[in-house]
């Protein structure tokens, strides 16, 4: 037996060690060329979860420059759910800040500026920081200002001697990204005004546990946060949690309102969401075996679905060539023998191949002009939006293959 990866907690300081790990994995974003497969890029995908502060985390994720660069190919705009998610957004932020005098929004990873422009409809000064130079570009064009930077603290700073201080800072689906936790709060800390709000919402730890959803971790999630972790990491900032809020993105994320400590009451809802997760195991490591155990369970039954339809001569082909699905892909050993191709609707990965697993990547026309017989759906999150486009393949006698929160055929 391999021994368990060791490393440090990235918030306090404690000695972890790794309670499972999906093996060795390519960049969950890095869709290749023929040519690109010689020097792809592998790690080994470890997470680990902090006894002392809470914190599940992973230990030696890749570098964030391989992640976050000029070839990203994720878009915000591409689903009509994320859009709406995101106008709704921009509105609850309005709301915090209504009461302060031409207040300044400043979102970190803007992507393609979705909600920098719902912001702007709203007119309400917004700039967004954003690493990947060409999604950054898009959100230039359609006129969201964007700065190009990693936001850390030098950032802040330059941010706040541009624009002055934050009456909000704002993300979804970033703050998990960032691998210095502690670097960032003390860069919110230093641009927040002092009546200012840090909104952030992310991937929740309850949902992934609940739903067993273990395609959640990779590469950029480098957290998968609670509102325990959460709370327990800006109290080290002089920052605190005021308010939760559950939100059905991303299969199940958080958003969480924070203020300067002493800024602000916290909500009844902080102290019940607090008492559940501990009522739910959300701060026992002993949890972290089981769900272990479950992410091989699961692993080895889809595994031997695929294998059954292909001996039994079934074409089968994935929907959406997601980030998630690249853990689920590589963890389960899954190869072009057994999923033939990945339809997916960004066309910056269409004619790609998928990260380790190497299946080629074609536009979903690919799947109504040749529908296979079974359809594996990895943006699960997505479900209604692809459902309600895919009517046909499932009038034509198609089936879909579902994997969370549990393995199942829905026809
Ligand atoms: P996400 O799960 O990280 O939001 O990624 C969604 C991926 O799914 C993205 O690559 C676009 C793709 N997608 C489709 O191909 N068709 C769809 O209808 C939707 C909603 C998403
Ligand atoms: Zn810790």
């Known amino acids: 037996m391999v021994a368990a990866k060791k490393g440090t907690c990235r918030i306090c300081g404690d000695a972890i060690t790794a309670f499972m790990s999906f093996g060795r994995m390519p960049i969950a974003n890095g869709f290749l060329t023929e040519a690109d497969l010689a020097s792809e890029y592998f790690y080994e995908l470890t997470p680990a979860f902090c006894a002392g502060c809470a914190a599940f985390q992973l230990i030696d994720p890749p570098p964030p420059q391989h992640l976050f660069h000029d070839r990203y190919p994720f878009f915000t705009s591409t689903s009509q759910l994320m859009v709406d998610h995101f106008s709704a957004f921009a509105t609850s932020i309005a709301g915090h800040i209504a009461d302060q005098r031409d207040p300044l929004v400043v979102e970190i990873g803007s992507n393609d500026g979705t909600m920098l422009e719902q912001l702007r409809r709203l007119g ?61 709060a003390a860069a919110v800390r230093q641009l927040l005004a002092p009546d200012g709000r840090f909104i952030f919402e992310d991937p ?40 939760v809020e559950a939100q059905p993105t991303h299969g199940g994320s958080m958003r969480y309102v924070c203020a300067h400590a002493g800024r602000a009451m916290p909500s009844s809802g902080v102290g019940a969401l607090l008492e559940r997760e501990s009522r739910f195991g959300l701060t026992a490591p002993s949890t972290f075996d089981g769900f272990r155990l479950a992410c091989e369970a699961s692993a080895a039954d889809f595994r031997s679905l695929l294998v059954s339809l292909a001996q039994h001569g079934k074409r089968v082909v994935g929907y959406a060539a997601t980030s998630k699905s690249t853990t689920v892909l590589n963890y389960c050993d899954i190869n072009p023998s057994l999923i033939e191709c990945i339809v997916d609707s960004t066309p910056m990965k269409q004619g790609l191949l998928t990260p380790g697993s190497h299946i080629p990547v074609k536009s979903p026309e690919y799947f109504a002009t040749d529908p296979p017989d079974y359809a594996v759906l990895f943006a699960w999150n997505h479900a209604r939006e692809i459902f309600e486009k895919e009517q046909a393949f499932t009038r034509g006698g198609g089936k879909w293959i579902s994997f969370v929160p549990a393995l199942a055929i829905l026809d």
């Open 124 to 184: 309400v000064r917004s700039v967004g920081v954003e690493p990947s130079r060409n999604v950054a570009e898009v959100a230039r064009a359609r006129g969201a200002e964007t700065v190009d930077a990693f936001f850390d603290r030098d950032t802040a700073h330059r941010v706040r001697d541009s624009y002055g201080p934050a009456a909000a800072i704002v993300a979804a689906n970033a703050i998990c990204h960032i691998p210095d936790f502690n670097d960032l």
């Open 204 to 243: 929740y730890l309850g949902d992934m546990l609940r739903q067993n959803s273990y395609d959640q971790i990779y590469d950029e999630h480098v957290f998968m946060w609670s509102a325990t972790a959460v709370a327990r990491a800006l109290d080290r900032h002089g920052l605190a949690l005021i308010d």
